[in-house]
T-cell receptor, first 110, second 113 residues
Framework: QQQVKQSPQSLIVQKGGISIINCAYENTAFDYFPWYQQFPGKGPALLIAIRPDVSEKKEGRFTISFNKSAKQFSLHIMDSQPGDSATYFCAAWSASKIIFGSGTRLSIRP | DSGVTQTPKHLITATGQRVTLRCSPRSGDLSVYWYQQSLDQGLQFLIQYYNGEERAKGNILERFSAQQFPDLHSELNLSSLELGDSALYFC????????????FGEGSRLTVL
């Protein structure tokens, strides 16, 4: 019940395309859903986050779509660029505990 | 720069040895988290401290221990090291203990030979 399932494990997208990463959860007590971006040799950094009272949040080329009834949320990267190549982690907070997904390695082909 | 400082950045040691990893959180952050990231693996939560007290425990081995000191820096102690302990160890900090942004350090890469 504490798991956050993330897919796909890896993703290759052409420059200018849309990258989509999906996450699903079971625990309805989760109430904050951040996405973290990690470049090689660096620590993860917060990219964008959403609370379950909204269905979508957009920041520049990055959008989170949230489906509370299906207990799913996804990250969409529009007009994907080579600089977006990184590992992306979804996460979910419940009380004082944050659970991370297993990560998606995204490669953007020039 | 996240403001979280981890030392050392790299550490090579032998099986059976003991090491200590250090973390200085962002100024003002009361909560410190430790994560282990093995090659091509996700972030495995080890332990969380809030203002000097243990707040939550994850999959931390009995050979590992941690503490948060009055000045809020934290140390992760790894003992009786095994080859499988080779990993990146991340420290993260946050202002509060509940939902919010975690700020990660750049990690300490431990290699056990």
């Amino acid at each position: 019940q504490q798991q956050v399932k993330q897919s796909p494990q890896s993703l290759i997208v052409q420059k200018g395309g849309i990258s989509i990463i999906n996450c699903a959860y079971e625990n309805t007590a989760f109430d904050y859903f951040p996405w973290y971006q990690q470049f090689p040799g660096k620590g993860p950094a917060l990219l964008i986050a959403i609370r379950p009272d909204v269905s979508e949040k957009k920041e520049g080329r990055f959008t989170i779509s949230f489906n509370k009834s299906a207990k799913q949320f996804s990250l969409h990267i529009m007009d994907s660029q080579p600089g977006d190549s990184a590992t992306y982690f979804c996460a979910a907070w419940s009380a004082s505990k944050i659970i991370f997904g297993s990560g998606t390695r995204l490669s953007i082909r020039p | 720069d996240s403001g979280v400082t981890q030392t050392p950045k790299h550490l090579i040691t032998a099986t059976g040895q003991r090491v200590t990893l250090r973390c200085s959180p962002r100024s003002g952050d009361l909560s410190v988290y430790w994560y282990q990231q093995s090659l091509d693996q996700g972030l495995q939560f080890l332990i969380q401290y809030y203002n000097g007290e243990e707040r939550a425990k994850g999959n931390i081995l009995e050979r590992f221990s941690a503490q948060q000191f009055p000045d809020l820096h934290s140390e992760l102690n790894l003992s009786s090291l095994e080859l499988g302990d080779s990993a990146l160890y991340f420290c993260a900090s946050s202002v509060v203990a509940t939902d919010g942004e975690l700020f990660f350090g750049e990690g300490s890469r431990l290699t056990v030979l």
